[in-house]
């Protein structure tokens, strides 16, 4: 059975972060190393050697360097290599490279941790990569290092060490050497939704305010967690409608009636009205008002949000709940995704986070669907036609003739129907619309999809693009019926 990969993009805040001495000097040893890659890979496109940056290589227009034959530090041959390319893997072979970072340490050369050592040392690749494709060939200036504002764990070395301790444990660039921070307060109070006891950590960014200075400092790591969950056969589709009556439909009954749509609560209607007249009435005076009574009224707004949020979290989970019971957990859930920036859409957002939410916590694989046709596809014959919906919220194929008496209905029984076709074949998910699917799965899509799978070439394409691109060619490209 397919598992998909599942991201939950997640911000830890801590505040009062003690730096400590150890902690400055690996920042230190850091930011040294980071700078004389910098130097290096400067001097590298200034004179012409190098042909292109992408996420996963650099490539140069000759051999690397003379004799790069693909092995590692132990001399054990690498079974992926190029003689013309470096990924992140291969940067630290570089001999230039490797006479920067044992210049810089002060432990055996034997003990560094090498993936820890990958990270630091990519990190300066990325930040030429847009750099050197906005401006092709010639870079004029060096890129300034803002190592004093943030260090990256890109690929894990983070772990929240015991969350009543309110210590963060941070790998090091010496192997089995381990950094540890305390910390006065966790902010968005989710350390331990984060999981503290994986082998590998988690990824993410530490910013700093300041760097030394004694009190103010605080952390953010962005933490996308990342789990693998099993796809099952039933795929239930969820259609969120605009109209009270049919505020959200499944695309099979719920709750044991015949009927599949849940009615907007009153309590939720009441909310939804008062945060509406609120949002109106802050943007229409904005003149009258001075700061003050606008931070006072906007705390008043975001209070109202908070309400409406958790009324429609409880509302979501009261059916998922009932699913979950009656399928002991078993299936999959392709949730309708709404358009972003519609001031109109008081709520609706909430009812996909409240879903994604509950799909976590009960680890149920799930897509976001594109709305793209889902209340007006035929599904007999697959045709595009647009339903009247003013007078009749009924369908009606002009191609077929197949009827359905509901249209939200039928929108739930597409996106059910499409979102299992995306878990099952691009087998990815994502709670972020505009998280970029990594290299790993764009090959699964363009093996299932593309004309041309000249994939390296083709960066990180947004997963709403993708969606539709698959959708369109399983669903309503013409050609492929
Ligand atoms: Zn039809």
């Known amino acids: 059975m397919t598992k998909v990969k599942t991201y939950f993009p997640t911000a830890f805040k801590a505040e009062g972060i003690q730096l400590t001495p150890e902690f400055k000097k690996e920042h230190q040893l850091i930011s040294s190393i980071q700078i004389n890659v910098s130097d290096w890979l400067f001097n590298q496109i200034q004179s012409g050697n190098i042909k292109e940056i992408t996420n996963q290589y650099i490539t140069f227009h000759n051999e690397v360097w003379p004799g790069w034959s693909g092995k590692d530090l132990a001399g054990k041959q690498l079974s992926a290599w190029h003689p013309k390319k470096l990924s992140l893997r291969h940067l630290k072979l570089h001999p230039d490279i490797q006479n920067i970072y044992k210049k ?11 993936s820890r050592l990958d990270d630091v040392l990519w990190k300066v690749v990325e930040n030429y990569k847009s750099f050197f494709q906005r401006n092709k060939k010639s870079t004029k200036r060096k890129i ?3 190592t004093h504002k943030a260090l990256n764990w890109k690929n894990g070395g983070i772990w929240i060490d015991i969350p009543e301790k309110y210590t963060i444990k941070l790998s090091t660039l010496e192997k089995k050497k381990f950094l540890y921070l305390k910390y006065k307060k966790d902010v968005y109070n989710n350390s331990d939704f984060i999981d503290y006891t994986s082998s590998q950590g988690k990824g ?4 700093f305010k300041g760097m030394y200075e004694n009190d103010d400092n605080f952390l953010v790591i962005q933490i996308v967690e990342e789990k693998d969950i099993q796809v099952y056969k039933r795929t239930i589709g969820i259609d969120i409608n605009k109209k009270d009556s049919q505020w959200i439909t499944f695309s099979e009954d719920v709750f044991k009636k015949k009927q599949r749509a849940v009615a907007k609560p009153d309590k939720i209607q009441q909310l939804t009205k008062q945060a509406k007249s609120f949002n109106g009435y802050l943007l229409k005076d904005k003149k009258k008002l001075n700061s003050k ?3 006072k009224l906007h705390k008043r707004k975001l209070r109202l949000e908070r309400k409406l949020k958790i009324a429609i979290q409880e509302e979501v989970y009261k059916t998922l709940d009932y699913f979950s019971a009656k399928y002991k957990n078993k299936f999959n859930l392709s949730i309708d995704d709404i358009g972003f920036g519609a001031q109109k859409s008081f709520g609706q957002e909430y009812i996909r986070e409240a ?3 509950w799909s976590k916590k009960n680890s149920i694989a799930f897509v976001i669907c594109p709305p793209k046709h889902s209340s007006s596809a035929c599904p007999n014959c697959g045709e595009i036609h647009k339903q009247e919906r003013k007078l009749l919220n009924s369908y009606v194929c002009k191609s077929c003739g197949h009827f359905h008496p509901n249209c939200d209905e039928l929108g739930a029984e597409n996106i059910a129907k499409f979102g299992h076709f995306l878990l099952e074949n691009i087998g990815i998910s994502s709670s972020s619309k505009t998280k970029q699917i990594v290299i ?3 090959h699964k899509l363009y093996k299932a999809h593309a004309k041309a799978p000249d994939s390296n070439k083709k960066i990180k394409p947004k997963l709403e693009t993708i969606y539709i691109k698959a959708l ?3 669903f309503f490209d013409s050609s492929s019926r």
């Open 104 to 114: 810089h340490i002060d432990f055996d050369v034997k003990n560094i941790n090498q």
């Open 144 to 146: 300034s290092l803002k």
């Open 204 to 207: 993410g960014n530490i910013s």
């Open 293 to 295: 009574q606008r931070n």
């Open 355 to 357: 879903c994604i939410k």
């Open 440 to 442: 790993d799965s764009t």
């Open 472 to 474: 369109d060619k399983q």
